[in-house]
């Protein structure tokens, strides 16, 4: 199982396609604005098919591409029910927009819920509810592989902006100790911006949410 980290967006936003060559196979984690060039330049170079997008949380910044994605592919999108409006009808997030960024909605063909496995790639990833950031934050963690795609729950040395519409620190924190901190040390935390970290890391130095 190979992880590809790929920015894209006119605010530098991290989607993951997640490719597994000899099953063919391969699952987008967040679409960020202008991805799909990129998700399909490697999906032709390992041969693989896009099998699932898994929407983390609702913000334009990691759904802006997501439209272009399925229509280039029908590959089913799965996502928490907390962010279907932000998803479905993204003109709601106009006020909190850069101007001049066009969104298009996508339909969410699976609905997920904390707690839910996903099999994907020959996997099992489970689904943890991480709101705080957003309503329908969710993180996907895929326990053989000790690795955590987490939205913006959490990034390295900081945490997800709680001053937007549906944000609360309070909420946040329990989250994140509830959710992420609660995962084995060693698991590597892929996050929607910025560098990977790991649970470790964060419990013992992040100076937003201290273990």
């Known amino acids: 199982m190979t992880v590809h980290v790929l920015p894209a967006g006119p605010i530098p936003t991290n989607a993951y396609l997640i490719t597994e060559s000899s099953r063919g196979e391969a699952v987008l984690i967040d679409a960020p604005g202008e991805i799909w060039p990129k998700v399909s ?14 929407i983390t949380h609702g913000h334009w910044d990691h759904t802006q591409g997501a439209a272009e994605v399925v229509r280039a592919t029908g590959v089913p999108v799965t996502a928490h029910a907390a962010d279907q409006v932000m998803i479905e009808t993204p003109e709601v997030m106009r006020a909190f927009l850069i101007p001049g960024i066009k969104l298009e909605g996508v339909k969410v063909d699976r609905w997920v819920k904390g707690g839910e496995r996903i099999e994907a790639l020959g996997e099992e990833a489970e689904v943890r509810h991480v709101p705080g950031h957003c309503p329908g934050n969710v993180l996907f963690y895929f326990k053989s592989k000790g690795l955590a795609f987490v939205g913006d729950a959490l990034f390295r040395g900081s945490v997800g902006r709680t001053d937007l519409p549906g944000g609360n620190f309070a909420e946040l924190e329990r989250s994140i100790r509830g959710q992420i901190y609660t995962l084995p040390d060693e698991t590597i935390v892929h996050s929607g911006h910025g560098p990977e970290t790991s649970v470790g890391e964060e419990k013992a130095d992040n100076p937003h949410v201290p273990a």
């Open 41 to 54: 330049a490697i999906l032709g170079k390992e041969k693989c098919r896009l099998a699932g997008l898994w």
